[in-house]
């Protein structure tokens, strides 16, 4: 059984800088030592973008320090808060495809893995660049990663959601071009489930009959009302990451809320 952990929206802001008067080097470091101490078994531990707040160097550089302390290694793919570039030239290590984006597909004895980029830039134009887009040359990747494993089961993990999660500032920023998404990815029955973040919410269900899960921030969560037309409110609540097990029967995922879980329970 393949285990991931997934970790979505870091938010890394540059030392002494803070969100809603929280740290996201704390909070973050805090999920690492968790994983460290109760999955470091897991195979992967995927990191689905909005690594920096800015997308400066520094907070990049902040970053890539606290996932070297990992024990499980790392995958990782970029959000519409994070630059490209600077990414690049501070993870030298980064698996990009041959067109330069942050893609790459890894394979497990049970499943594919296909970390998707879905940052609509350069240009770095606010807020349009916010929502994401899969180019064509993205979804033909995509199109091909999918038809080499078709052996065996694929789990897509993305920054934006690929459809509408029923709050109105996100879903005006969620994948742009939906439709030419689940064209491509509804010719491949071997599909399985897709993981994003971008709303910082737990939300799950299914979309077009693929189940999806969606992961709460290391640091400040969407606050709850779906009518809400700004998607840059925040609120303090746990922080969390996800967990995904692959089973002879499908998938099962996990939330966990790191700063909060108790394993020293007593029977009343």
């Known amino acids: 059984m393949t285990k ?11 030392e002494g800088t803070t969100i809603i008067g929280l740290d996201p080097y704390q909070r973050l470091a805090n999920g690492i030592e968790h994983v460290n101490r109760y999955h470091a078994d897991a195979e992967r531990v995927i990191f689905t973008g909005d690594l920096t707040h800015y997308g400066d ?14 024990i499980p290694p790392s995958a990782i793919t970029i959000g519409n808060h994070d630059r490209r570039e600077v990414f690049l030239d501070v993870f030298t290590d980064a698996e990009t495809d041959t067109g330069g984006f942050v893609q790459q597909a890894i394979d497990f004895p049970d499943c594919r893995a296909i970390l998707l980029d879905t940052l609509f830039a350069p240009p770095y134009d606010y807020p349009n660049s916010h929502a994401g887009l899969l180019c064509a040359k993205r979804l033909a990747w995509l199109d091909r990663q999918l038809a080499d494993a078709a052996n065996k089961p694929a789990l897509l993990f993305m920054h934006h959601p690929p459809h509408r999660t029923g709050f109105s500032g996100m879903d005006l920023i969620r994948l742009a071009n939906e439709a030419e998404f689940y064209e491509c990815i509804k010719r491949h029955p071997n599909v399985r489930h897709i993981f994003a973040g971008h709303v ?11 189940p999806f899960s969606i992961f709460k921030s290391p640091v400040h ?7 809400a037309p700004d998607a840059s409110l925040s609120v303090d609540e746990p922080a969390a990451y996800g967990i995904a097990v692959v089973t002879e029967d499908g998938v099962l995922v996990h939330t966990e809320d790191y ?10």
């Open 4 to 14: 991931l952990i997934i970790f979505t929206d870091l938010h890394m802001v540059p």
């Open 57 to 70: 160097r520094g907070s990049y550089e902040r970053l890539k320090r606290l996932i070297d302390q990992l």
């Open 200 to 210: 910082h919410r737990t939300i799950s269900g299914s979309s077009r009959g693929i």
């Open 221 to 227: 969560q969407q606050p709850m009302p779906f009518d």
């Open 259 to 268: 700063e909060i879980a108790r394993r020293d329970a007593t029977v009343a």
